[in-house]
T-cell receptor
Framework: EPEVTQTPSHQVTQMGQEVILRCVPI?????FYWYRQILGQKVEFLVS????????KSEIFDDQFSVERPDGSNFTLKIRSTKLEDSAMYFC???????????????FGEGSRLTVL | DAKTTQPTSMDCAEGRAANLPCNHS???????VYWYRQIHSQGPQYIIH???NNETNEMASLIITEDRKSSTLILPHATLRDTAVYYC???????????FGKGTRLSVIA
């Protein structure tokens, strides 16, 4: 069964460092998302991406964050200068845009745990 | 903010049906009800969704009241592997970003 894969599974970084989290969405999917979940808290939407541009973003997704689809397969989340409060599990998701079916089902990866020291 | 209200936690005996309620009294006519679950710290997993009619798939059944102000997710024969946090989410279909609430923590007990 096709799945969304994320790397790394766990990254530890120093405050102020840049971090890039990588995701390989399901191959025929067209919509891509990043969510995060701080330990013990809700899953929070960060950004959605379609047709090589951001579709929607939340208040969390400030200038420190950026997303990119550098090639036909990868979808990345970059945090320019990490802060302690960026420590969280980051989930990538993708969905197929099939208008006639219009299921809106999101497929999530297993997450990348970011620890900022 | 999430537009749904769910109990914080529930227990269910293994092999019995788990019925998870959700209130969404402010749902609009074009909004769907989606259910996802999150097992431990894994990525959320889609379960089922519906608009007006009851729906069933290999995982669960979704019962939506006629006024659409509430719904119930039914796991017909709960197993220990169904222990998870279950999220009821109301949103427009297509690719609208999901807004997760706190969900219901379901514990299936042997």
């Amino acid at each position: 069964e096709p799945e969304v894969t994320q790397t790394p599974s766990h990254q530890v970084t120093q405050m102020g460092q840049e971090v890039i989290l990588r995701c390989v969405p399901i191959s025929n999917h067209l919509y891509f998302y990043w969510y995060r979940q701080i330990l013990g808290q809700k899953v929070e939407f960060l950004v959605s991406f379609y047709n090589n541009e951001i579709s929607e973003k939340s208040e969390i997704f400030d200038d420190q964050f950026s997303v990119e689809r550098p090639d036909g397969s990868n979808f990345t989340l970059k945090i320019r200068s990490t802060k302690l409060e960026d420590s969280a599990m980051y989930f990538c998701a993708s969905s197929e845009s099939v208008v006639e079916r219009d299921t809106g089902e999101l497929f999530f990866g297993e997450g990348s745990r970011l620890t900022v020291l | 903010d999430a537009k749904t209200t769910q109990p914080t936690s529930m227990d269910c005996a293994e092999g019995r049906a788990a019925n998870l309620p959700c209130n969404h009294s402010t749902i609009s006519g074009n909004e769907y009800v989606y259910w996802y679950r999150q097992i431990h710290s894994q990525g959320p997993q889609y379960i089922i969704h519906g608009l007006k009619n009851n729906e069933t798939n290999e995982m669960a059944s979704l019962i939506i009241t006629e006024d659409r102000k509430s719904s119930t997710l039914i796991l017909p024969h709960a197993t220990l592997r169904d222990t998870a946090v279950y999220y009821c989410i109301v949103c427009y279909s297509g690719n609208t970003p999901l807004v997760f609430g706190k969900g219901t923590r379901l514990s299936v007990i042997a």
